[in-house]
């Protein structure tokens, strides 16, 4: 296997990364993720494929909370991409994503929020407050931009 080490963590340039590889990139992906320019995902596609299981994830899901707009936004992407396949991973985090939902004022955020609210199980109550939200972030221009 290739692998392109930068700043003490790998990049893996195939699928398989072995296991110190994998480790040393779970304890970096906000090294992966930071950034600057907002119309780029930057390695975000990267940490997709070291996402492997629950604890992996909820490092890559604590990213959202980062003081880093940037970092948030392509955390935000990852955890976006992987849970297209694994919504599993989301159950655990329902009441951070009802809390980001309520909270967020970052649109980059907001776009991948509305892809993760309809990927968790919400009872009567919490599908009526995720529709009025999405409902109401749809048809306000500011909200949708």
């Known amino acids: 296997m290739l692998l392109i080490t930068h700043n003490d963590f790998c990049i893996p340039q195939q699928d398989f990364v072995d296991d ?3 480790s040393s990139l779970m304890n970096n992906f906000a090294h992966l993720l930071l950034g600057k320019d907002r119309r780029t995902i930057g390695k ?4 997709v494929n070291l996402v492997t299981d629950q604890s992996s994830f909820d490092e890559l899901f604590g990213l959202l909370f980062h ?3 940037t970092l ?3 955390a935000a992407d990852a955890v976006e ?8 991973f989301l159950v655990s985090h329902k009441n951070r994503i009802l809390n980001l939902m309520r909270s ?3 649109i980059e ?12 199980p919400l009872d009567a109550h919490e599908l009526h407050e995720v ?7 749809a048809q306000n221009p500011n909200e949708s931009k």
């Open 109 to 120: 955020l907001k776009w991948h929020i509305a892809e993760l609210a309809p990927r968790i």
């Open 104 to 106: 967020t004022i970052h």
């Open 20 to 22: 110190h590889c994998l």
């Open 67 to 69: 003081h880093e707009r």
């Open 131 to 137: 529709w009025s939200v999405l409902s109401y972030w």
């Open 44 to 47: 975000a596609d990267n940490v």
């Open 72 to 74: 948030v936004m392509r």
């Open 81 to 88: 991409k992987v849970t297209r396949e694994r919504k599993q």
